[in-house]
């Protein structure tokens, strides 16, 4: 199952109580109060993580919860804090906070239970509105990125903070204080150098199968990739890209239709575009029309992506009417780069292969090829 988007409710775990405490030992009948302080509860912490490429594990775990601060016990042993729950994210995942009528925020008392006559009681804090649109929280985008999502509840002060010389066997502490809590939007964005961008059936999957090691489901019926898949690209001097295989779009995509915004939200991140076309037009459509509607839909979903570097890919050169389709693309695009290939017969793989890397991948610095034997 591959999520990439999902709504989830987070909440930090609670401070744990002070306690009413007195010295009691032999030969000491009267001792003073010694009473701890409550733990700390757990915080809940985002980490990017490049091991996760999903955000499937919360659609079967969509309420996260941290563990409550331990209570505090007398001759003044101090509550155990909790740990901080570490949810590990894929990177490329943006938080936003959900909009909603009211969420608590870290400090309101967990209880007021137990509260001592002569301590006054403190009104509980009013409950802060949430904006009436999602609010972008945090943008994970490198490796072991951290983002504290909810913060945990201070812990209550034992008596032992209350005694005074006029009050010398104080009865009084505090409970202690809940930790944060609200709903959540993840939302993933595929980071890669390269995207795949083209209709169904144009060649996306196979073409990633042969300039990476990745495995993309490969079949002659539209919709075979079903979400982004990753394929890391060699090349020499140690250089590498990244280069990802996105479901292919439809006309309309941009208002999601067939699905476009699964998609589509996955380019964004992509530095260049890769437009892989069916030049034989082998599908009933004309290579032409098909560039044209792409970056239309590019343009209507992020205005942004108009501006993204992009080359053209010209697939299926193997099949009939493919050359004379790119004769007649190429005197209508005639300063625009295109690189025809035969992904299915592996032909013009290596030269697209070296233009990606001087386009994404520089040679490391300081490499030195080696000379031949």
Known sequence: MFVDHIKIHAKAGDGGCGCVSFRREKFVPKGGPNGGDGGRGGDIILRADTHTDNLANFFYEPIIKAKDGENGQGKNCYGRAAKPK?????????????????????????????????????????????????????????????????????????????????????????????????DFYFELRTIADAGLVGYPNAGKSTLLGKISAAHPKVAAYPFTTLHPIIGVVEFPGFARATVADIPGLIEGAHLNVGLGHEFLRHIVRCKLLLFVLDMAGSEGRNPLDDLGSLRQELKLYDPTLADRPWIVVANKMDMPGADENLKAFKRRFRKREVIPISAEKSEGIEELKTRLCALVAPVVPGFVEPSPA
């Open 86 to 182: 570490i949810v590990r994210v894929p990177i490329g995942t943006l938080v936003y906070r959900e909009p909603a009528a009211e969420h608590r925020v870290a400090g309101t008392p967990v209880s007021m239970v137990g509260r001592a006559i002569n301590l006054e009681r403190e009104e509980e804090p009013a409950l802060e509105p949430l904006p009436t649109e999602r609010e972008l929280l945090v943008d994970l985008t490198h490796e072991g990125q951290e983002f504290q999502l909810c913060k945990g509840g201070d812990g209550g002060k034992g008596n032992v903070h209350f005694k005074s010389s006029k009050n010398r066997v104080p009865r009084e502490y505090t409970p202690g204080e809940a930790g944060e809590e609200s």
